[in-house]
């Protein structure tokens, strides 16, 4: 049986798959099922930093070390499968924490220009998809800034958002950005995590309407630096999303 999600789209994602499990462990994990009964566990780190464990597969997500307090020892950290980097900025991209995770079949997937400061990578440009693996997909989807004076921080068509789709569990890691007119087109979205910092992503109002184009069934707000987070969650009230505050200040 397929679950209903918010504005009546489909997902893949059965009434027992996501759980209203809002009680952090003591680990500040979140666990889910996918269709097919795979397990993905969501570990936040800080800031836009996570590890996503799939099915016994470890995904890193932007990991960085001194980029984003506290500082993270990637050594004590299992290797990772797969990388997946947004953009070449330093609370994103840090060239150690990628060497610390890395063993020698690790697939780093970013955009142009951290694949150059890398000097490795699979690049993906906004609209691309790649496979990862037979029950794994990876699509790049625009990330960028429109507040007039702030657009210098994110240019438009340089830098990824993801959408991560795990045994169909569909998983939106929008990256760096506001509200922009595309995230009317990422479809069918069982979990979101979404930035609310400004000058440099969104403001809480600017949250709750990409979450309404969105309309993800849970939300985890990150990226969200001094914002606080009652101010996102009063902004979220009466959206009928499931919002998830964990540590990613």
Same mark, same amino acid.
Request: hydrophobic letters at 35%; glycine letters at 6%.
């Given at each position: 049986?397929?679950?209903a ?7 893949n ?16 994990? #979140? ?7 795979k ?5 936040? @780190? ?5 590890? !996503? ?7 890193? %997500? #932007?990991?960085?070390?001194n980029?984003?307090? /506290? ?12 990388i997946? !980097? ?19 079949s690790?697939?780093?997937v ?13 690049? $993906? ?6 496979? +990862?693996?037979?029950?794994?997909? %990876? ?9 007039p004076?702030?657009? =210098?921080?994110?240019?438009?068509? *340089?830098?990824?958002g993801?959408? +991560? ?10 990256g ?14 069982d ?7 400004q /000058?440099?992503?969104?403001t809480?109002?600017?949250? *709750?309407?990409?979450? #309404? $184009? %969105?309309?993800?069934? %849970?939300?985890?707000p990150?990226?969200?630096? #001094?914002?606080? /987070?009652?101010? @996102?969650k ?11 505050? *964990?540590?990613? =200040?």
């Amino acid at each position: 049986m397929f679950l209903a999600a918010c504005g009546n789209k489909s997902t893949n994602a059965t009434n027992d798959n996501i759980s209203n499990n809002n009680n952090l462990n003591s680990n500040n994990m #979140d666990t889910f099922k996918t269709k097919n009964g795979k397990t993905v566990t969501f570990t936040p @780190i800080k800031h836009a930093s996570m590890e !996503i464990n799939f099915d016994g597969r470890i995904i890193q %997500v #932007d990991p960085v070390i001194n980029g984003a307090l /506290p500082e993270t020892d990637y050594t004590e950290w299992p290797k990772a499968d797969f990388i997946l !980097i947004t953009h070449d900025h330093y609370d994103h991209l840090d060239t150690q924490a990628v060497a610390d995770l890395s063993k020698e079949s690790t697939v780093i997937v970013t955009n142009a220009s951290s694949a150059e400061a890398l000097g490795e990578g699979k690049v $993906m440009s906004n609209g691309d998809s790649l496979r +990862l693996a037979d029950d794994l997909m %990876v699509y790049a989807v625009p990330a960028y800034n429109i507040t007039p004076g702030h657009t =210098q921080f994110h240019p438009k068509d *340089r830098d990824n958002g993801f959408i +991560l789709v795990a045994d169909g569990l569909r998983i939106y890691i929008a990256g760096d950005t506001e509200d922009i007119e595309e995230m009317a087109d990422v479809k069918d979205i069982d979990i979101a995590f979404m930035p609310c910092n400004q /000058p440099y992503t969104m403001t809480p109002a600017q949250l *709750r309407h990409a979450a #309404d $184009m %969105v309309k993800p069934r %849970v939300l985890y707000p990150y990226h969200y630096g #001094d914002t606080d /987070p009652e101010a @996102i969650k009063d902004a979220l009230e009466g959206s009928g999303i499931d919002v998830r505050i *964990r540590d990613f =200040q």
